[in-house]
């Protein structure tokens, strides 16, 4: 696996995400209790409130193996980019950073810090 980028980012109302750049349509919480929602343009992850602290970010590309770590899955489906990159962080902050894919569909799964929390990490894996 390769790491893309990695940061740290306030997560206000609770959330980050990914997605096309050039969406206008965001996933909407039903009940607020989601762990992630989605649309084909967009992915957005529950996280502990802004109040809370800030959350660690990290984008990976390659493919899902096993790992030591205790991480949480919130989300697995497909990704849509009419573009050359997707973004990833908070838009509801405006502090959204470039991650470099090609145009087209994309397998991503989203993983959360360990269960039983408000996680304070998110990692986004796109699979090749």
């Known amino acids: 696996m390769s790491l893309l980028v990695s940061f740290?980012?306030?997560p206000y109302h609770g959330q980050v995400g990914m997605g096309d750049p050039?969406?206008?349509d965001y996933p909407q919480w039903e009940?607020?209790?989601e762990l992630a929602v989605a649309v084909p343009q967009f992915i957005a992850v529950g996280t502990r409130g802004d109040l809370e602290g800030d959350v660690a970010v990290e984008v990976w590309s390659?493919?899902?193996g096993?790992?030591?770590v205790k991480l949480r899955s919130v989300f697995e489906g497909e990704?849509?980019?009419s573009g050359e990159h997707a973004v990833v962080g908070s838009v509801i902050g405006n502090d959204l950073h470039p991650v470099s894919l090609s145009c087209g569909r994309h397998k991503v799964a989203a993983f959360t810090s360990a269960e039983g929390e408000l996680?304070?990490?998110v990692y986004?894996?796109?699979v090749d």
């Open 8 to 10: 740290v980012v306030k």
């Open 22 to 24: 050039e969406t206008h």
């Open 31 to 33: 009940t607020g209790e």
């Open 62 to 64: 390659g493919e899902l």
């Open 66 to 68: 096993r790992h030591d």
């Open 79 to 81: 990704l849509i980019l």
């Open 119 to 121: 996680p304070d990490s």
């Open 124 to 126: 986004f894996l796109v």
